[in-house]
């Protein structure tokens, strides 16, 4: 009788404490790529926390960011990461280096899934799309569940470029340098037209509105360009002032907010509607990534400082700053807001969030 109520204390116990995050995991493998991907063999890596499990995550927010913290590190790349991107389902994150390989990790375990190799070395961007079967680059596109080139892009490409899917997943946007923006057909893999002004302009990154129909274009010189997809012509024009370069933007998940930031050491939010400046948020150093969190409430930059900052966006307060090794490049939060996820020079993913 004693035995059996020991044991029974012993199972609450250990329920209550729920598994542990192991903050360091073993590095993944970094064999040579093909440009069809190759499952890579499991290595031992800590579990982060499910919906399932003991302890959950806490979305991020502006009451929980005090209490982010780093929960695992993805080694595999060797050499810097330039951008970042979560499946729509939050079981998958994928980084670019310029290794010239992305490697698709799996979020539950840290694993390295597949790792698929790029022509150009770069910086590459990537995109998943809505559904998150398809991976893409200007390279290419891949099915996620199988690592295969589904299609073949830019083969012929000079340097790199940003890319982005449309909302319903129909068209691939493609950004390359001193080119015009291309809309790829998706389902076809051709090339449906082109946006025919400015193709001198080089074009750091590019984001489709919530409702598909604008694409912003952060360039060279200071300006944010939004583009009517319909019509390819442009609707509209944001402008530093200066001869910043607008490294990144993004939309707010209801479209009414851009966020822009680049060179001059700033993040600028934008009315989309009115196209005026509603805040300008000072970070200290060159910025190169910026992102909206799922509820659209905060905003997270990555910056040359060596930080990822965390900003209220109603007030454009400063709420937080997690601390990288080095230079920060790409951030990115999951779908359901329990993770944010920074990756830069140090050519390591950080996966950050609020144990409960």
Same mark, same amino acid.
């Given at each position: 009788?004693?035995?059996?109520?020991?044991?029974?204390?012993?199972?609450?116990?250990?329920?209550?404490? #729920?598994?542990?995050?192991?903050?360091?995991?073993?590095?993944?493998?970094?064999?040579?790529?093909?440009?069809?991907?190759?499952?890579?063999?499991?290595?031992?890596?800590?579990? !982060?926390?499910?919906?399932? $499990?003991?302890?959950?995550?806490?979305?991020?927010?502006?009451?929980?960011?005090?209490?982010?913290?780093?929960?695992?590190?993805?080694?595999?790349?060797?050499?810097?990461?330039?951008?970042?991107?979560?499946?729509? $389902?939050?079981?998958?994150?994928?980084?670019?280096?310029?290794?010239?390989? *992305?490697?698709?990790?799996?979020?539950?375990?840290?694993?390295?899934?597949?790792?698929?190799?790029?022509?150009? %070395?770069?910086?590459?961007?990537?995109?998943?799309?809505?559904?998150?079967?398809?991976?893409?680059?200007?390279?290419?596109?891949?099915?996620?569940?199988?690592?295969?080139?589904?299609?073949?892009?830019?083969?012929?490409?000079?340097? +790199?470029?940003?890319?982005?899917?449309?909302? $319903?997943?129909?068209?691939?946007?493609?950004?390359?340098?001193?080119?015009? *923006?291309?809309?790829? $057909?998706?389902?076809?893999?051709?090339?449906?037209?082109?946006?025919?002004?400015?193709?001198?302009?080089?074009?750091?990154?590019?984001?489709?509105?919530?409702?598909?129909?604008?694409?912003?274009?952060?360039?060279?010189? #200071?300006?944010?360009?939004?583009?009517?997809?319909?019509?390819?012509?442009?609707?509209?024009?944001?402008?530093?002032?200066?001869?910043?370069?607008?490294?990144?933007?993004?939309?707010? +998940?209801?479209?009414?907010? !851009?966020?822009?930031?680049?060179?001059?050491?700033?993040?600028?939010?934008?009315?989309?509607?009115?196209?005026?400046? %509603?805040?300008?948020?000072?970070?200290?150093?060159?910025?190169?990534? %910026?992102?909206?969190?799922?509820? #659209?409430?905060?905003?997270?930059?990555?910056?040359?400082?060596?930080?990822?900052?965390?900003?209220?966006?109603?007030?454009?307060?400063?709420?937080?700053?997690?601390?990288?090794?080095?230079?920060?490049?790409?951030?990115?939060?999951?779908?359901?807001?329990? !993770?944010?996820?920074?990756?830069?020079?140090?050519?390591?993913?950080?996966?950050?969030?609020?144990?409960?």
């Amino acid at each position: 009788m004693c035995k059996a109520i020991v044991l029974i204390i012993l199972v609450i116990l250990i329920s209550a404490c #729920g598994p542990a995050v192991t903050q360091e995991p073993a590095p993944a493998t970094s064999s040579p790529v093909s440009p069809t991907a190759v499952p890579v063999p499991p290595t031992s890596a800590a579990v !982060l926390p499910t919906k399932t $499990d003991a302890p959950a995550l806490a979305v991020i927010s502006a009451d929980t960011a005090g209490q982010v913290e780093r929960l695992h590190t993805l080694s595999g790349h060797s050499n810097k990461i330039v951008t970042l991107a979560f499946s729509g $389902d939050g079981v998958y994150i994928a980084s670019s280096s310029l290794d010239r390989t *992305i490697r698709l990790w799996d979020v539950q375990n840290g694993q390295e899934v597949h790792a698929f190799s790029m022509n150009k %070395v770069g910086f590459n961007g990537i995109a998943f799309s809505p559904d998150g079967r398809l991976l893409a680059s200007a390279d290419a596109i891949w099915d996620v569940a199988s690592g295969q080139t589904v299609h073949t892009l830019e083969q012929s490409r000079r340097d +790199p470029g940003p890319v982005a899917f449309s909302p $319903d997943g129909s068209i691939l946007a493609v950004a390359l340098e001193s080119q015009r *923006i291309k809309l790829w $057909d998706v389902a076809s893999g051709q090339m449906a037209r082109t946006f025919e002004e400015n193709p001198d302009d080089v074009t750091f990154s590019i984001a489709f509105s919530p409702d598909g129909a604008l694409l912003a274009a952060g360039v060279h010189g #200071g300006m944010v360009r939004l583009w009517d997809v319909a019509s390819g012509q442009i609707a509209g024009t944001l402008d530093y002032g200066s001869e910043s370069d607008v490294h990144d933007v993004a939309f707010s +998940p209801d479209g009414s907010v !851009l966020a822009s930031g680049g060179t001059d050491c700033t993040v600028r939010l934008w009315n989309v509607a009115s196209r005026e400046l %509603v805040h300008t948020l000072r970070h200290g150093d060159g910025l190169y990534g %910026v992102a909206f969190s799922p509820d #659209g409430s905060l905003l997270a930059s990555a910056c040359c400082d060596r930080t990822v900052k965390l900003w209220d966006v109603a007030s454009g307060r400063r709420l937080r700053s997690l601390s990288h090794a080095d230079e920060v490049m790409g951030v990115t939060f999951s779908p359901d807001g329990t !993770l944010l996820a920074s990756g830069g020079y140090d050519n390591q993913v950080y996966l950050w969030g609020v144990p409960r």
